[in-house]
């Protein structure tokens, strides 16, 4: 018999409903299962496309022994991550207190109030299997601990809840100077890897808002040192692993530092993030690869992502097609790159190239290489390469191909239609705009509502009250406003800053709270201030943005101080976070810096003013707005501070000027 996620919307629910574990979805139900029975309950907190997720699904979830324990002792209750952040961020932190690492899947042990005592991620089926207790003797001796000294229990769920109250709340005073920028960049330099790009080491995850940060320090300073980080880190990115060389996009992350071997998982939110950062960085130094880079991940996100017709875009493609797979979709063996390639010269260039030998990078199946830039063909070669390629994409597609999660977020929606209006007008690729403003329309239509704000999943009204799917709709419409000149986007904009003054504003220490309203279970009762960026840009970070933006456009002093009193309330903690904190860094960029303002007027289809709206998208300026007027005449002015330009009529003055 199936147990009760069989009804649930969720992919991942839905793929352990024929698991023996009676699971539980997260609600009331559960908990008061928990109460009625007294026992305590198993968390599992996951998504479709983590991979050690699945792992620990087959190896223990579908294992029935393992189900018998965890039926007879407790209540379990399964979540996905994409589909309640607002339920995994508070249950990271907790388990994060606990064993100084979180992640997925995410394993608490929760008294019968939702509190947690006990967690951990992974847990093999086996003792001491990769330095790790064994699941099945944690569930006897949690078993035990509940029932034979629960004072303990309580005690430590009180700690951890106390330890919770405070972290959520990551606000901290300040004030945003020129100083604290520059702070923000010199301690993001620290954190450079000055061999192989990117910041920190293994596992190497993009920071591209650290990225777009960076690039606009480059800018007003000409660093070479800024331009270096960006550069080297953006280039490395794109020749190694984490880049999917064959079908474009990004994986989600890098086990090494050489970002050689990746999570074969692929993001909507770090593949719209990356866009947007190779945009820019296209548009400032003008390199090919990083247009070739964007094209490819526009490419990909057409193909997999998209739903053109109904007008969405999907969240993630997995990693693996079953349990036991790790990657074997996207890597390659000798003689499969051989057979792909059909002709030996191709194939010796695809093997140099890519690096591809008898033994590659992947341990459950040696012979398996990720394919990664090692070096350039020779002048000759370069035809034979792209023609090698189109035939390596064909033979992947005639394989099975991972699972999509079709699900449509409201945040990540956003998030890729923005940078999809920024690839309209850098790329010249009107489909882009064509669909990005199809989704956004739809998140409109049916994701808003007056009194409530957006909900998280297109479609559907439940779950909602989350701060991040209002600001990244915001964000989105204000991109929408500058690409089109349609002042209804400005206006909607409008509406969802003003719903999140009123439902998520802190009129106490200022900040915005991440959810709308504290309720509902356990942690969820504690509403929180997030500002890292963790990975997806924080919802504060965010917010600010949309502020700084608004002032810039409008030029209404009630924007500022708005901005102002948000960076107040988070500029104390933004030095500290550096490399996590750039969206907010990003932020106060703008505060302190001058903002370029791109006016064109003039009649609506083809024309100069067109032209001219066109280039002043494409210029790449740090804090930089455009705004499209309808007018009789063509005329463009450019303000940078409170210094104007006086008007010009025709695209190659345009040109000079933004020069």
């Not at 018999?1 to 969720?10: F, V």
């Not at 064959?246 to 719209?272: C, L, Q």
């Not at 067109?610 to 210029?619: F, G, I, N, S």
Request: glycine content about 8%; overall charge negative.
């Amino acid at each position: 018999m199936p147990n009760l996620l069989a009804a649930e919307h969720s992919a991942y629910l839905q793929s352990a409903a024929h698991q023996p574990v009676h699971w539980l979805p997260w609600g009331d139900a559960a908990f008061a299962k928990a109460r009625a029975e007294d026992k305590p309950i198993l968390l599992d907190i996951g998504a479709v496309w983590c991979h050690w997720c699945h792992v620990m699904d087959g190896e223990s979830y579908e294992d029935p022994s393992v189900a018998e324990v965890l039926n007879r002792d407790f209540v379990c209750v399964k979540v996905d991550r994409d589909e309640r952040p607002d339920v995994d961020a508070r249950y990271q932190r907790a388990v994060q207190a606990l064993s100084g690492q979180g992640g997925w899947p995410l394993t608490a042990f929760l008294t019968p109030a939702g509190e947690v005592f006990f967690g951990g991620t992974y847990f093999p089926p086996e003792q001491n299997q990769y330095g790790r207790p064994g699941f099945r003797s944690v569930l006897v001796q949690v078993a035990r601990a509940y029932r034979e000294d629960r004072d303990r229990i309580n005690a430590n769920a009180n700690a951890i809840r106390q330890h919770i109250v405070v972290s959520l709340d990551e606000a901290k005073p300040g004030v945003a100077t020129p100083a604290l920028v520059e702070l923000g960049a010199d301690q993001m330099a620290r954190m450079f890897d000055v061999r192989y790009g990117g910041f920190g080491s293994a596992p190497k995850f993009p920071h591209p808002a650290a990225c777009e940060f960076l690039l606009a320090r480059w800018h007003d300073t000409r660093l070479d040192w800024a331009r270096d980080i960006v550069e080297k880190t953006l280039t490395a990115m794109a020749r190694g692993g984490i880049r999917d060389h064959v079908g474009g996009g990004f994986h989600r992350y890098a086990t090494d530092e050489r970002w050689i071997v990746p999570h074969f998982e692929k993001m909507s939110y770090d593949n719209s993030e990356l866009l947007r950062a190779y945009l820019s960085a296209y548009q400032a130094f003008g390199t090919p690869l990083f247009r070739e880079v964007a094209t490819g991940t526009v490419d990909w996100v057409l193909e997999v992502l998209a739903d053109r017709e109904l007008g969405a875009f999907f969240t993630s493609q997995d990693a693996d097609v079953a349990f036991g797979d790790d990657g074997d979709y996207w890597t390659w063996t000798l003689e499969e790159l051989r057979e792909a390639s059909s002709e030996e010269k191709a194939f010796n260039v695809l093997r140099r190239v890519f690096d591809v030998e008898e033994q590659g990078e992947m341990h459950h199946n040696p012979k398996k290489n990720v394919l990664w830039w090692k070096e350039s063909p020779a002048d000759d070669e370069w035809p034979l390469l792209k023609d090698a390629m189109k035939k390596l994409k064909a033979a992947r597609d005639r394989r099975k191909a991972p699972y999509v999660d079709r699900t449509a977020y409201v945040n990540w929606n956003a998030m890729m239609a923005a940078a999809f209006l920024h690839a309209g007008a850098v790329l010249d690729r009107p489909e882009c705009n064509a669909l990005a403003l199809k989704v956004l329309d739809r998140i409109w239509k049916e994701a808003w509502g007056v009194g409530s704000g957006m909900c998280h999943v297109l479609g559907r009204t439940e779950p909602g009250g989350m701060l991040d799917d209002n600001v990244q709709a915001a964000a989105a419409f204000l991109a929408a406003y500058e690409a089109t000149g349609a002042a209804a986007w400005l206006e909607r904009a409008t509406a969802v800053m003003t719903y999140c003054g009123a439902a998520h504003w802190d009129d106490a220490a200022g900040g915005y709270f991440d959810v709308a309203g504290g309720g509902g279970v356990a942690y969820l009762a504690t509403r929180g201030k997030p500002v890292q960026d963790a990975p997806t840009p924080s919802p504060n970070g965010v917010a600010a943005l949309v502020l700084a933006r608004l002032w810039a456009l409008t030029d209404k002093p009630e924007w500022r101080a708005q901005l102002d009193r948000q960076l107040g309330a988070f500029a104390g903690a933004a030095g500290e976070l550096s490399l996590h904190g750039a969206t907010l860094l990003r932020a106060a960029d703008w505060a302190v810096n001058p903002v370029t303002r791109i006016e064109v007027t003039g009649p609506a289809g083809e024309g100069p003013a067109c032209a001219m709206h066109l280039l002043a998208l494409q210029a790449y300026r740090p804090r930089k707005v455009v705004v499209r007027k309808t007018a009789t005449a063509p005329s463009a002015t450019v303000c940078v501070g409170t210094t104007c330009s006086l008007p010009v009529a025709a695209p190659d003055r345009l040109t000079e000027l933004l020069a």
